[in-house]
């Protein structure tokens, strides 16, 4: 079975405080992905990584880093936090074959005060 | 513009009646469609997907339907189980470039009634 782990269900953080969120797989997948989940607006891409030290930007970058050093583990940060930023990330990872599916960690719950 | 589009946000179905869940999306290009399931508090669950040179495929209670003329696709749950009750996501992707980016719908909330 695929795991995903990500380091923290909830995470509260004060305004401009710089906020890390780290991601973990086991299976030795490729490409890595950041999502944030917001009530009405689905699952949007924040970031991607398609291989080691390798990086795109997803649909709302904004105010957000990715870094990958290590194929197992995918950080996304949070430069200075904003209370817009408060929202549901959810990391997934997947192999870089045509049709395969991507499997998602359980999530951070982070609320920016 | 939201390319991948679920319009009912909720849906309510009695325990072994069948559930249809329904995703319309935009762009002929998607070659790819899936289906997660999520539940409150944990990641989306993948559940089961459809290539676009089929237009069926089935994994036991689940089946999806795709129809490309109509750019439209469907979840199919029968018998619909209380189990089942959870937020699903429909979602595409378009392969190129290094990775393929998944493309999801705002969700649909099933409840299905004992």
């Known amino acids: 079975d695929v795991k995903v782990t990500q380091s923290s269900r909830y995470l509260v953080k004060r305004t401009g405080e710089k906020v890390f969120l780290e991601c973990v797989q086991d299976m030795d997948h490729e490409n890595m992905f950041w999502y944030r989940q917001d009530p009405g607006l689905g699952l949007r891409l924040i970031y991607f990584?398609?291989?080691?030290?390798?990086?795109e930007k997803g649909d709302i970058p904004e105010g957000y880093s990715v870094s990958r050093e290590k194929k197992e583990r995918f950080s996304l940060i949070l430069e200075s936090a904003s209370t817009n930023q408060t929202s549901m990330y959810l990391c997934?990872?997947?192999?870089?074959?045509?049709?395969?599916?991507?499997?998602f960690g359980d999530g951070t719950r982070l609320s920016i005060l | 513009d939201q390319q991948v589009k679920q319009n009912s946000p909720s849906l309510s179905v009695q325990e072994g009646r069948i559930s249809i869940l329904n995703c319309d999306y935009t762009n002929s290009m998607f070659d790819y469609f899936l289906w997660y399931k999520k539940y409150p508090a944990e990641g989306p669950t993948f559940l089961i997907s459809?290539?676009?040179?089929?237009d069926k495929n089935e994994d036991g209670r689940f089946t999806v339907f795709l129809n490309k003329s109509a750019k439209h696709l469907s979840l199919h749950i029968v018998p619909s189980q209380p189990g089942d009750s959870a937020v699903y996501f429909c979602a595409a992707s378009l392969y190129g470039g290094a990775t393929n980016k998944l493309i999801f719908g705002t969700g649909t909330l099933l409840a299905v009634q004992p």
């Open positions: 997934a990872s997947r192999f870089d074959r045509v049709n395969q599916p991507q499997h």
């Open positions: 459809i290539s676009s040179i089929k």
């Open positions: 990584s398609y291989d080691v030290k390798m990086k």
